[in-house]
């Protein structure tokens, strides 16, 4: 399937692209010094925002993905306007949407 986000691979990039996005998640995972912020953000951009592998969409598994690996650390997944604020984010640059993350979870910690 073709999306029309201009950031989404093309499908014939699917497969290569998921296998490396494995790769590199069995790593951080496994290591123990991976910051827990980073890493989540990291899933959410390359899987929702870059590979987009899910013909249904990526959203709500990438939601539920980082959300596991912050809750291991007792941290809150981020607190975002709205939808929106997701979407219209997760297209940018890796250390925009990283620094936009990281925002989002320090307004879940001073909501808690």
Not at 93 to 112: C, D, M, P, V, Y
Request: charge should be negative.
């Amino acid at each position: 399937w073709i999306t029309d986000v201009s950031t989404h691979v093309h499908p014939d990039q699917i497969p290569a692209e998921f296998a490396l996005f494995c790769n590199k998640f069995a790593y951080y995972w496994n290591h123990q010094k991976t910051d827990p912020r980073k890493f989540a953000a990291w899933i959410e951009h390359e899987l929702n925002g870059r590979i987009h592998a899910l013909s249904d969409g990526c959203t709500r598994f990438t939601i539920c993905m980082a959300a596991l690996v912050l809750g291991l650390r007792d941290l809150p997944y981020p607190n975002f306007k709205d939808r929106s604020d997701l979407t219209d984010h997760i297209g940018n640059s890796f250390a925009e949407w990283q620094e936009h993350f990281t925002k989002g979870i320090e307004n879940a910690r001073a909501n808690l």
